[in-house]
């Protein structure tokens, strides 16, 4: 839960760039975009996991929370500055997901 929570404060981090964000708010944001992909505890299990190239990190293993303290925007860059081009909406679109 302590990692799910380490998450949560990340997705607070991404929405604090427009404006102030509840815990609340991240965990719905999660919930509604990461978790179909990443699964509810962040372990890469969710029903889309191994449907997109790469597949989804487990955001629970030990090298990811390595990678996590050491980078701790890497969450944020993947997600919100889409460095990778088009790669979670395009598998949300592949598998008759609604993006938005």
Not at 12 to 21: C, E, S
Not at 75 to 89: A, D, K, Q
């Amino acid at each position: 839960m302590k990692k799910l929570s380490c998450l949560l404060a990340l997705l607070l981090v991404a929405r604090t760039v427009v404006g102030k964000a509840t815990e609340q708010e991240g965990r719905v944001l999660y919930e509604t975009r990461c978790a179909i992909c990443h699964g509810l505890d962040a372990p890469g299990t969710g029903p889309l996991a191994h449907k997109s190239t790469p597949p989804a990190n487990d955001f629970t293993s030990a090298a990811f929370q390595k990678r996590l303290a050491e980078n701790p925007g890497v969450i944020v860059s993947s997600v919100v500055l889409i460095p990778n081009g088009t790669l979670i909406p395009e598998t949300l679109k592949k598998n008759g997901e609604r993006v938005s």
